[in-house]
């Protein structure tokens, strides 16, 4: 079964770092590129960042709203996402998403159960 | 960047009846629009993608259509599993959202 699962997240001060993982199953982890969304409670759809295969280059792009402040890598030996998430904000509360970009389309067709931030004194 | 603006926000609606939503581009994104259904607590889920190709499994009642800068859902006969949310997406340049459709029951 093609599966994305979401760990990490949890509650966090404003100004601290989280990092988010994404483990990936049922699919070439290798062979796809994958994004992170977001969604504020009771908003809409945010995209977030993205990381292109390593047969791309390996390299991200950002949401100008987190620009600066958040990393994402891979791991494909370990068929892992990571979003490394720094100087954390109120506004960055949301669930965070991890999602498979479909090959060739770049909609996002697999998407995780999503992990809850929150960033609160 | 490129907006994406959905209408209406929200639609209320009985079962059976014809639904169409509607997505406009700020710029023109050709046919590279997907949209996504979302029920309470669970993870967006892919219906079409290239603005009118259904994903495996979708029910063909569910349809898109438009290019460019115009863009349309439409579900043919509202089943009472289609009660969610739908948004419209782009990714001609990155990715952008629309805000939103809620469809309730009326």
């Known amino acids: 079964e093609v599966q994305l699962v979401e760990s990490g997240g949890g509650l966090v001060q404003p100004g601290r770092s989280l990092r988010l993982s994404c483990s990936a199953s049922?699919?070439?982890?290798?062979?796809?590129?994958m994004s992170w969304v977001r969604q504020a409670p009771g908003k809409g759809l945010e995209w977030v960042s993205f990381?292109?295969?390593?047969?791309?280059?390996?390299?991200?792009e950002y949401a100008a709203s987190v620009k600066g402040r958040f990393i994402t890598s891979r791991d494909d030996s370990k068929s892992i996402a990571y979003l490394q998430m720094n100087s954390l904000k109120t506004e960055d509360t949301a669930v965070y998403f991890c999602?498979?970009?479909?090959?060739?389309?770049?909609?996002?067709?697999?998407w995780g159960q999503g992990t809850m931030v929150t960033v609160s004194s | 960047d490129i907006q994406m603006t959905q209408s209406p926000s929200t639609l209320s609606a009985s079962v059976g009846d014809r639904v169409t939503i509607t997505c406009r581009a700020s710029q023109n994104i050709r046919s590279l629009l997907a949209w996504y259904q979302q029920k309470p607590g669970k993870a967006p889920k892919l219906l079409i993608s290239?603005?009118?190709s259904l994903e495996s499994g979708v029910p063909s009642r569910f349809s898109g259509s438009g290019s460019g800068t115009e863009f349309t859902l439409t579900i043919s006969s509202l089943q009472p599993d289609d009660f969610a949310s739908y948004y419209c997406q782009q990714y001609k340049s990155f990715w952008t959202f629309g805000q939103g459709t809620k469809v309730q029951f009326k």
């Open positions: 290239e603005a009118s």
């Open positions: 990381i292109r295969t390593k047969a791309y280059g390996g390299t991200p």
């Open positions: 049922g699919f070439t982890f290798g062979d796809c590129a």
């Open positions: 999602t498979r970009v479909l090959t060739g389309i770049d909609a996002f067709d697999i």
